[in-house]
């Protein structure tokens, strides 16, 4: 038994030493480095998919309930709101898919940047701590967003114009007296009360759900306009998601 324990490597090198399986020339670390970047993009790509799934149900929701609502002068205009939840649900999953991909990203974005770019065009300004910072990445994952960060930027760069699309579809379809019953005279449509009886939904009055709605509707603006953080890459004309 001890024999056999003679003759097992040791996983050390003397004490405070480096393991022997860690990449200890310049031709393993590069070999590392690249199946590593390979791995990472291939996460970053994953999320980037399941994001993009997202966005594209959203957009099927908004086509369908668009569809049914407006195609049938007898559909409720509650289909619409319907949508406009259903939209909200989609927003809150996509926001939390984004920032486990904005987690790849930032790695994926520090090797491209202190060391590809490097390799093909040197910049002595660029710092070397690139490597420690994404060795705390991966000693201690940590979302760099919150959740209202990445509620904030999918509904300013794709979220928004659903929202938009689903109100002004809402709007048409509590004042357009064509898309309410046939044969309305359209004259009632100048009519306050008309707009108000129509906006009605179930037991609650059509006045508090057009209050409710424009309420909400300033609230989704007032998040959309607020000031951005971002910097660096994702300031204005950069390429990003």
């Not at 108000?196 to 057009?210: E, Q, R, S, T």
């Amino acid at each position: 038994m001890k024999v056999e324990e003679d003759r097992t490597p040791s996983a050390w090198e003397g004490e405070g030493a480096r393991p022997l399986l860690l990449p200890g020339t310049p031709g393993e670390i590069t070999n590392t480095l690249s199946h590593y970047y390979r791995g990472e993009l291939g996460r970053m790509t994953s999320w980037r998919d399941r994001i993009d799934r997202t966005s594209n149900w959203a957009i099927t929701v908004v086509a369908a309930l668009l569809s049914v609502s407006l195609s049938t002068p007898t559909s409720h205009h509650g289909v619409l709101l319907f949508g406009i939840m259903l939209v909200t649900l989609l927003l809150m999953i996509e926001a939390r898919r984004y920032r486990f991909f904005d987690i790849y990203r930032a790695r994926i974005r520090q090797i491209e940047r202190s060391y590809f770019a490097q390799i093909l065009a040197p910049d002595a300004a660029a710092g070397g701590e690139w490597a420690t910072v994404i060795a705390s990445s991966l000693r201690k994952p940590r979302f760099l967003l919150s959740y209202h960060e990445a509620m904030h930027r999918r509904l300013k760069r794709n979220y928004g114009w659903m929202y938009f699309i689903l109100f002004l579809a809402w709007c048409l379809k509590i004042t357009t007296p064509k898309l309410q019953t046939e044969g309305m005279p359209a004259l009632q449509a100048q009519s306050w009360t008309y707009v108000i009886d129509n906006a009605v939904l179930g037991p609650i009055p059509g006045l508090a759900v057009i209050i409710g709605v424009v309420i909400f509707y300033l609230g989704i603006l007032g998040f959309a306009l607020r000031p951005d953080r971002d910097e660096g890459e994702f300031g204005h004309g950069e390429a990003h998601v």
